[in-house]
T-cell receptor, first 112, second 113 residues
Framework: GNSVTQMEGPVTLSEEAFLTINCTYTATGYPSLFWYVQYPGEGLQLLLKATKADDKGSNKGFEATYRKETTSFHLEKGSVQVSDSAVYFCALRGSTLGRLYFGRGTQLTVWP | DVKVTQSSRYLVKRTGEKVFLECVQDMDHENMFWYRQDPGLGLRLIYFSYDVKMKEKGDIPEGYSVSREKKERFSLILESASTNQTSMYLC????????????FGSGTQLSVL
């Protein structure tokens, strides 16, 4: 079946630190992979996506590369800001049209 | 700007009450979803719908039902609310057979006392 495993949080960093949030997946076929972000008091919003192996998604300084050989889609940012404090969700879309499977989420807190 | 609107931000109900959570999208999307979000468990899919009057069970449909009479509106119904249904409920929509970009509402925090 389809599932997503994320590193457990919370993650606490100082401003300008390097961020990695690990995500691995199990899926049948060739899934598309996503990172969503949820800022306090808001719903989730799409951060970036990758639809095939070796694709790199990027947005707002965040990057993630679709690695089929390691079934991973780790989120990285070179220099985090206080405004990046949020919950980050890794997700995959399998064969069921439109349906996403989410990881448990990782809380990120960035201190000035 | 695209919008998914959930009728209430906070809701407090009593055990045994029938509860309606409403969701409206203004993007003419075919697909609509109800998730619940609990700390440490992430998002779990309750029900989804690919078209008017159509519905599919997600991973945790027990204790819930849904209604989609119009394309833009998707309602989640708790037939007899219980304390273990206290949670954040998120509605989302997406376009057709798209690549999976969901648009989410801001959520309804439901407390069942």
């Amino acid at each position: 079946g389809n599932s997503v495993t994320q590193m457990e949080g919370p993650v606490t960093l100082s401003e300008e630190a390097f961020l990695t949030i690990n995500c691995t997946y199990t899926a049948t076929g060739y899934p598309s992979l996503f990172w969503y972000v949820q800022y306090p008091g808001e719903g989730l919003q799409l951060l970036l996506k990758a639809t095939k192996a070796d694709d790199k998604g990027s947005n707002k300084g965040f990057e993630a590369t679709y690695r089929k050989e390691t079934t991973s889609f780790h989120l990285e940012k070179g220099s985090v800001q206080v405004s990046d404090s949020a919950v980050y969700f890794c997700a995959l879309r399998g064969s069921t049209l439109g349906r996403l499977y989410f990881g448990r989420g990782t809380q990120l807190t960035v201190w000035p | 700007d695209v919008k998914v609107t959930q009728s209430s931000r906070y809701l407090v109900k009593r055990t045994g009450e029938k509860v309606f959570l409403e969701c409206v999208q203004d993007m003419d999307h075919e697909n609509m979803f109800w998730y619940r979000q609990d700390p440490g468990l992430g998002l779990r899919l309750i029900y989804f719908s690919y078209d008017v009057k159509m519905k599919e069970k997600g991973d945790i449909p027990e204790g819930y039902s849904v209604s989609r009479e119009k394309k833009e509106r998707f309602s989640l119904i708790l037939e007899s609310a219980s304390t273990n249904q206290t949670s954040m409920y998120l509605c989302a929509s997406s376009q057709g057979q798209g690549w999976g970009k969901l648009f989410f509402g801001s959520g309804t925090q439901l407390s069942v006392l």
